[in-house]
C-alpha cells in the first residue's frame, strides 16, 4: 500500500512538469513492470508473445518522450482557471458529463452487466476530466512550493472538488466491469478508452498540439498507437499457451484461454452431475424437482 501511495504521488507530481498527453500514455510501463514481476516472483509465465508485446510498448513509450511537446508556461491558478472555461473546453466537459449521466441512468442498469463499453465509457469519459484537474492541482502545488502560494485560492479548491468527484465516479464504476468481466480485457480496453479521452481532454483545455509541426504530431500518434499495441497485446495472450503462434490464435479468437477453458470443464461437470441426478431419480421411481 505504501509503495502504491508512493507511485500515484510520483504520478501526480509528473501532471506538474509534463503534458498530460505524455503522462497518461507513459502509463502503461505499470502493466509492463507488473508482468515482468510477476513472471520472477509470481510464478507467471510471459512467453516470446508477451515478450513481444512489452517491446512494443516500450518502443511506443520511446516515440512519444523523443516528440513530447513542451510544457506551457503557467504561473498561477488563474491562468489555468481561464483554460478551463474557455468555451471550447466547456463544450467539451458539458458533452462528457451529459454523456456519461446518460450512459449511468439509461444504460448501465440495463446493458452493463453485459456490454464491457458502457462502465468503460463511463469511466473515461469522466476520468479525462479528472487528469486535466488533478494537473491543474499539480501546477498549484509546484507553484506554491516556488514560493508563490496557489493553495488556499477558490480556484484551487473547485479543481479539488472536481478531482474527488471524478475520481469517487470512476472507481465505482471500474469495480463493478472488473467484478463482471474478465480483468484484461477491462485493463487493455479501459486503457485505450481512457488514455484516448485524456489526450483530447489535455488537448482542447492545455492546447498540448498548439504551434507543433503536423510530422511532430504524427510521430506522437503513431507512437501512441504502437503503445497500444503492446499493452493490448500483452494482456490478452497473458493467459494464453506459450509460443507466439498460440498468442496470435488468441488474439484473433480462435484459442481459449486457461480461464475459458475451466470455464468450459465446469460446465460439462455441472452437467453430467445434472444428468447422473435425473438418472438416480429416475430408478427410484421419482420425479425430480
Request: glycine share 6%; hydrophobic share 45%.
Amino acid at each position: 500500500m505504501c509503495t502504491m501511495i508512493g507511485g500515484e504521488a510520483a504520478n501526480f507530481a509528473a501532471y506538474a512538469y509534463a503534458p498530460a498527453i505524455v503522462v497518461t500514455p507513459l502509463g502503461a510501463s505499470t502493466i509492463i513492470i507488473s508482468a515482468i514481476l510477476a513472471h520472477y516472483f509470481l510464478g507467471e509465465t510471459l512467453h516470446a508473445c508477451g515478450i513481444l508485446a512489452s517491446a512494443l510498448a516500450i518502443c511506443g513509450s520511446l516515440m512519444l518522450l523523443s516528440h513530447a511537446p513542451a510544457e506551457a508556461p503557467l504561473e498561477s491558478v488563474e491562468e489555468i482557471w481561464k483554460l478551463a472555461t474557455q468555451p471550447q473546453f466547456l463544450i467539451y466537459a458539458v458533452f462528457v458529463t451529459c454523456l456519461a449521466l446518460v450512459l449511468m441512468y439509461r444504460f448501465a442498469p440495463r446493458y452493463g452487466r453485459s456490454h464491457l463499453l458502457i462502465y468503460v465509457l463511463i469511466c473515461s469519459l469522466i476520468g479525462s476530466l479528472s487528469v486535466v484537474s488533478c494537473k491543474a492541482l499539480g501546477i498549484a502545488v509546484k507553484l506554491t512550493i516556488r514560493g508563490s502560494n496557489q493553495i488556499f485560492k477558490k480556484e484551487t479548491f473547485a479543481f479539488f472538488c472536481c478531482v474527488l468527484c471524478c475520481i469517487l465516479v470512476q472507481m465505482n464504476y471500474l469495480n463493478k466491469a472488473l467484478d463482471t468481466f474478465n480483468t484484461a480485457i477491462v485493463s487493455s480496453t479501459y486503457y485505450v478508452f481512457f488514455t484516448t479521452c485524456t489526450i483530447t481532454a489535455s488537448m482542447i483545455m492545455y492546447k498540448d498540439w498548439e504551434g507543433q509541426a503536423a510530422g511532430t504530431i504524427t510521430f506522437q500518434v503513431l507512437g501512441f498507437g504502437v503503445l497500444m499495441v503492446g499493452v493490448y497485446l500483452l494482456t490478452v495472450t497473458r493467459d494464453s499457451s506459450p509460443g507466439c503462434a498460440a498468442g496470435l490464435r488468441t488474439v484473433l479468437g480462435r484459442e481459449k484461454t486457461r480461464e475459458q477453458e475451466y470455464s468450459l470443464v465446469q460446465t460439462a461437470e455441472d452437467q453430467k452431475e445434472e444428468e447422473e441426478s435425473l438418472v438416480r431419480s429416475a430408478s427410484y421411481g421419482k420425479c425430480p424437482v
